[in-house]
């Protein structure tokens, strides 16, 4: 069974970079079948989708974070890490990191973590 | 930028049929996924590629996706299938989107 975990700091500064960690077990990390992908959610909002990484290609970012954010993969570790500069209280909210089934134009999450809360605040 | 707009809530009594929707530009040209999300868990995947199940599933779930519009559909809907529902598809402009959401409440 397929499990995701994220790890990291729960509480960032405004201004400074939030870092988070996801740890794959259960399956292979360096699977050309998946994407590795971030999303996150505010409290008592919808999901946003944040960027992923393909560990044979470039990744893909969500084009109003682009300028913020660095998705990359350690598969020595089976991990996939996110990297959000100069965050503001907007970047409140639980982040998510999930599998997406690569599958032509089509890529569901079919596993996801539990989603780990981070609060940016002074 | 490519969006997804859901109603923002649905009501359906025990035992009926419930029908969420999901309109997006040519949203029959890409395929749409489904999730459900219950209080305090993580989003679950309840229908991909338009119509699938994933393994454990239930039969009652579908889906559909055609124009504009994308549609989940329970059928038989039951207490424990009340939840926040995200429909979600990839554009090539925006990359995955999701819908805003819908709470659909059993009562």
């Known amino acids: 069974q397929v499990q995701l975990q994220e790890s990291g700091p729960g509480l960032v500064k405004p201004s400074q970079t939030l870092s988070l960690t996801c740890t794959v077990s259960?399956?292979?990390?360096?699977?050309?079948?998946?994407?590795w992908t971030w999303i996150r959610q505010p409290a008592g909002k919808g999901l946003e989708w944040i960027g992923r990484?393909?560990?044979?290609?470039?990744?893909n970012y969500n084009p109003s974070l682009k300028s913020r954010v660095t998705i990359s993969v350690d598969t020595s570790k089976s991990q996939f890490s996110l990297k959000l500069s100069s965050v503001t209280a907007a970047d409140t909210a639980v982040y998510y990191c999930?599998?997406?089934?690569?599958?032509?134009?089509?890529?569901?999450?079919?596993?996801w973590g539990q989603g780990t809360l981070v609060t940016v605040s002074s | 930028s490519y969006e997804l707009t859901q109603p923002p809530s649905v009501s359906v009594s025990p035992g009926q049929t419930a029908s969420i929707t999901c309109s997006g530009d040519?949203?029959?040209?890409?395929?749409t996924c489904w999730y459900q999300q219950k209080p305090g868990q993580s989003p679950v995947l309840v229908i991909y590629?338009?119509?699938k199940r994933p393994s454990g599933i239930p039969e009652r779930f579908s889906g559909s996706n055609s124009g504009n519009t994308a549609t989940l559909t329970i059928s038989g809907t039951q207490a424990m299938d009340e939840a926040d529902y995200y429909c979600?598809?990839?554009?090539?402009?925006?990359?995955?989107?999701f819908g805003g959401g819908t709470k659909l409440t059993v009562l």
């Open positions: 999930a599998r997406a089934v690569r599958s032509g134009s089509s890529a569901p999450f079919d596993y």
């Open positions: 259960g399956g292979s990390i360096s699977s050309g079948s998946y994407y």
């Open positions: 990484i393909y560990t044979r290609g470039s990744p």
């Open positions: 040519n949203l029959g040209e890409k395929y």
């Open positions: 590629q338009d119509n």
């Open positions: 979600q598809a990839w554009d090539s402009s925006t990359a995955d989107v």
